[in-house]
């Protein structure tokens, strides 16, 4: 193997020198257009800069107030209500209220004591106020 005919296993692209003259072909303004700030050296735009436009972060109204992602929403009822609704020997969950039209998407449901119940009715999956437990003599 000689020396001339080695050559190197990728082509090492030259490396554009920029702003060093009229002879290199890049010098005098070197691509940055003429004067203002972006043909300065160290130019940065600020972070969200729209171009003189009214930043979006100003453009959109402030978020008030506490909110709680991991809140639970639940639907009161009174036991009144519940009466009026069910008939003797029924369950009362939340799949139940909804095909009755009462609660409009399946979220929890919690009885409270208001009124009186007359009837014998199951429940599934509904929470009880305290109240309501003493009412009903649930012990849980």
């Known amino acids: 193997m000689k020396a001339h005919l080695l050559k190197p296993k990728f082509k090492a692209k030259a490396q ?12 005098a303004k070197s ?13 940065q735009l600020p972070r969200g800069f729209e171009g003189g436009q009214s930043k ?18 639940v639907f009161a009822i009174n036991l009144s209500e519940i009466d009026k609704i069910f008939k003797e020997g029924e369950t ?14 399946k979220i929890s ?19 009880f106020s305290k109240k309501t437990k003493e009412k009903l003599g649930i012990t849980n």
């Open 16 to 27: 554009i020198r920029r702003g060093r003259g009229s002879g290199s072909g890049k010098g």
């Open 31 to 43: 691509g940055r257009g003429s004067k203002g700030q972006k043909a300065r050296a160290g130019f």
């Open 56 to 73: 979006m972060v100003r453009r959109i109204p402030k978020r008030r107030g506490f909110h709680n992602k991991f809140k639970k929403e």
């Open 92 to 105: 009362v969950s939340p799949k139940t209220l909804q095909e009755k039209g009462i609660l409009r998407r």
């Open 109 to 127: 449901v919690k009885i409270l004591s208001d009124g009186e119940l007359t009837k014998a009715l199951k429940f599934e999956n509904v929470l």
